[in-house]
């Protein structure tokens, strides 16, 4: 098993994406979670190997939801789901602690070299 | 790896329909109360998810009409409420447009036709009242 990973995003065809490419790959999909305070329930419950956070989501966005995960945990491996335009909100998330980022729409071969990068690094660490 | 196309054309469709209505209920209120900071953002989230799932599916003209709305709705959560009746006009329009594409996803299975009039309206209106953000090239 290559990582636990909890998917945040509030639409299912995205959930759903993330977890058809990873699953093949050796990841487990410990939760998902479809706003950004549930992202950070189910972080402090589950404490996943590895979150994939969108940015644009109800109630919380991915962005301070990646601030109230490292507020308590400042090592956890959050990686951003960007979409085209937001370059500005994906630095500020980097700047925030997020390790990375992928960019909608999916390519899972750049997924999955992105999560691979950040679950090694986090080994190394 | 091969995903399962067919199954997010289903996904798309179903998401898309809800998505749509809410922007549908969130438009009217809109209309009775043009600074509803919760509908504002309601349909801004829905642009944006929209836009995302058509871009997965290489539906380019929905993802590029969904995506007019969005940086809209942006301009009108900067501003805080939606300007006037030609610009609330302009988001009723685009909400038409984007039923008509997915309507047209549902009947076809295939990418519709671009609607660049609706495009322009929208981006029209938007550059008129807010500041394009810096654009930074990340890689």
């Known amino acids: 098993m290559k990582g636990r990973v909890l998917i945040a995003d509030d639409a299912s065809f995205m959930r759903q994406m993330i977890r058809e490419i990873i699953e093949p790959e050796g990841y487990e999909v410990v939760g998902e979670a479809t706003d950004g305070v549930e992202a950070v329930e189910q972080y402090e419950e589950l404490h996943p190997d590895l979150v994939t956070m969108d940015i644009v989501m109800p109630k919380r966005s991915g962005i301070d939801a990646v601030k109230g995960i490292l507020e308590k945990t400042p090592d956890a491996c959050v990686v951003m789901c960007s979409a085209l335009g937001q370059e500005t909100l994906v630095m500020e998330a980097l700047q925030a602690g997020a390790k990375d980022f992928i960019v909608k729409p999916f390519k899972p071969d750049n997924v999955l070299s992105t999560l691979q990068k950040v679950i090694e690094k986090k080994s190394e660490d | ?139």
């Open chain 2, 1 to 139: 790896m091969a995903l399962d196309m067919a199954k997010y054309r289903r996904l798309f469709l179903e998401e898309a329909a809800e998505h749509l209505s809410e922007i549908s209920t969130a438009l009217l209120a809109l209309e009775k109360e043009r600074g509803a900071t919760e509908e504002i953002d309601v349909i801004f989230r829905m642009a944006h998810s929209i836009k995302s799932m058509a871009a997965s599916l290489d539906y380019e003209s929905v993802a590029e009409l969904a995506h007019a709305l969005e940086d809209r709705m942006e301009g009108v959560r900067d501003r805080g409420a939606v300007a006037g009746d030609d610009e609330l006009q302009s988001l009723f329009q685009g909400l038409e447009g984007l039923e008509a594409m997915v309507g047209e996803v549902r009947e076809s299975g295939e990418a519709p036709a671009a609607r660049p009039e609706l495009v322009a309206s929208l981006r029209a209106a938007a550059d008129a009242r807010t500041e394009p953000p810096e654009k930074k090239v990340l890689r």
